[in-house]
């Protein structure tokens, strides 16, 4: 009697672990549209919220998940595809329906958005592309900041126009892009003219440099009369944010925002003069 409910204990532990198994168990949507179990119509009329009508093709309820990284598309070459950045597992019926939805952003820059439209899977993406998708869904950067992030990946955008109202949320994405693609982490935010999103009309992105903010952290030694400005390659002053401020030694932290909306692109300078002599100078290219 001992052995047969010794033996009973351990077939009832390795039921459980099959049930614990088949529970967590769930097959990838992009498995099961290329297995043809499942079918998938989108459409994206609510900005990046992105509605998913999945079809069960089965007689038995199938546990989809549905990964960062599954891109879709239009089949229209002018319009942007749409990539999934949202992870969620849903639930089937047999041979049946089930409308969800999942957030997505856009991976071609210089097309015009995929709002409005009806969408069908394309791929699953990978690589680099794949990681910042599974990194913006991770960290829920379901705004301008994972669309920007995404950006830096799809469209090889640098990291300044990466910006978070939340200062660590914007030094832990830029460092995370910069470990990825090795682009250096920038000491200012660009802000760039009307980014529209939604446009169907024309490109989402403008690459057109509105704004750029910073801030200027030194160490003056002697007292003087400080003058702050930005300048061109050739040494123009394009920008002056004051001049013969008296100050005494000691560590300065100034912010500062450079109009660069009529700026030609190339290199400008954020320099620090007291009493005529430099004292400190950074590098912003537009």
């Known amino acids: 009697m001992k052995k047969a409910m010794s033996f009973l204990k351990n077939a009832g532990l390795v039921i459980c672990l099959l049930c614990v198994t088949i529970e967590l168990s769930?097959?990838?949507?992009?498995?099961?549209?290329?297995?043809?179990?499942?079918?998938?119509?989108?459409?994206?009329?609510?900005?990046?919220?992105?509605?998913?009508?999945?079809?069960?093709?089965?007689?038995?309820?199938?546990?989809i998940e549905i990964e960062p990284g599954t891109i879709?598309?239009?089949?229209?070459?002018?319009?942007?595809?749409?990539?999934?950045v949202q992870r969620k597992v849903v639930e089937l019926p047999p041979n049946g329906t089930l409308a969800t939805s999942a957030y997505g952003m856009c991976i071609n820059a210089k097309r015009s958005g995929f709002f409005g439209q009806d969408l069908n899977w394309h791929a699953e993406a990978e690589d680099k592309l794949k990681e910042v998708a599974t990194f913006v869904a991770a960290h829920q950067?379901?705004?301008?900041?994972?669309?920007?992030?995404?950006?830096?990946?799809?469209?090889?955008?640098?990291?300044?126009?990466?910006?978070?109202?939340?200062?660590?949320?914007?030094?832990?994405?830029?460092?995370?892009?910069?470990?990825l693609t090795g682009k250096p982490v920038p000491w200012y935010v660009k802000h760039y003219a009307s980014a529209e999103?939604?446009?169907?009309?024309?490109?989402?992105?403008?690459?057109?440099?509105?704004?750029?903010?910073?801030?200027?952290?030194?160490?003056?030694?002697?007292?003087?009369?400080?003058?702050?400005?930005?300048?061109?390659?050739?040494?123009?002053?394009?920008?002056?944010?004051?001049?013969?401020?008296?100050?005494?030694?000691?560590?300065?932290?100034?912010?500062?925002?450079?109009?660069?909306t009529n700026l030609k692109k190339g290199k400008y300078y954020a320099r620090v003069w007291n009493d005529g002599n430099l004292v400190k100078q950074r590098e912003i290219e537009i």
């Not at 009369?225 to 100050?247: K, W």
């Open 72 to 84: 879709l598309t239009s089949g229209d070459a002018g319009v942007q595809q749409a990539m999934l």
């Open 197 to 260: 999103f939604e446009s169907c009309s024309g490109p989402v992105f403008s690459d057109e440099v509105a704004s750029i903010e910073g801030n200027m952290e030194f160490y003056l030694r002697t007292n003087g009369a400080l003058t702050f400005g930005i300048y061109n390659e050739r040494g123009d002053l394009v920008q002056l944010f004051f001049s013969g401020r008296g100050t005494n030694p000691g560590e300065y932290s100034c912010d500062f925002t450079l109009e660069a």
């Open 26 to 63: 769930a097959t990838k949507l992009t498995d099961a549209l290329k297995n043809g179990t499942v079918t998938l119509k989108a459409n994206a009329h609510e900005g990046k919220n992105i509605n998913l009508i999945l079809m069960n093709l089965q007689a038995a309820t199938q546990e």
């Open 141 to 179: 950067l379901f705004d301008e900041t994972g669309q920007k992030a995404v950006w830096v990946v799809s469209d090889n955008h640098d990291l300044s126009g990466i910006h978070h109202e939340d200062a660590d949320v914007m030094l832990n994405t830029r460092q995370y892009l910069s470990a």
